[in-house]
């Protein structure tokens, strides 16, 4: 981390940002005690299909519907538009 500050020193950067999860508690110690605070948070949720679409287009690419239908997503698949 030290290196990573000397290098947007010299290079004039003002900032540096980082993305971290919640609940990485050794993640969040180490940062604070670097000097690093929290800014922003991001929210996320998953949004699921209406009942049975999923495992329709599952079907139709012969798929095994998921054990949990409940399951996040990642975030740039979109309903409908799977390959």
């Known amino acids: 981390m030290h290196q990573a500050e000397a290098w947007a020193r010299?290079?004039?950067?003002?900032?540096i940002?980082?993305?971290v999860f919640d609940h990485n508690a050794p993640a969040l110690q180490l940062y604070d005690s670097l000097g690093y605070r929290i800014q922003s948070r991001a929210l996320i949720k998953?949004?699921?299909p209406p009942d049975g679409e999923q495992a329709h287009r599952q079907a139709q690419r012969?798929?095994?519907a998921d054990a949990n239908p409940h399951k996040p997503r990642l975030g740039n698949e979109r309903w409908g538009n799977e390959a």
Do not use: F, N, P, V
């Not at 010299?10 to 900032?15: F, I, P, S, V, Y």
């Open 46 to 48: 998953a949004i699921q």
């Open 17 to 19: 940002s980082l993305q």
């Open 62 to 64: 012969g798929e095994q």
């Open 10 to 15: 010299e290079r004039g950067d003002r900032h």
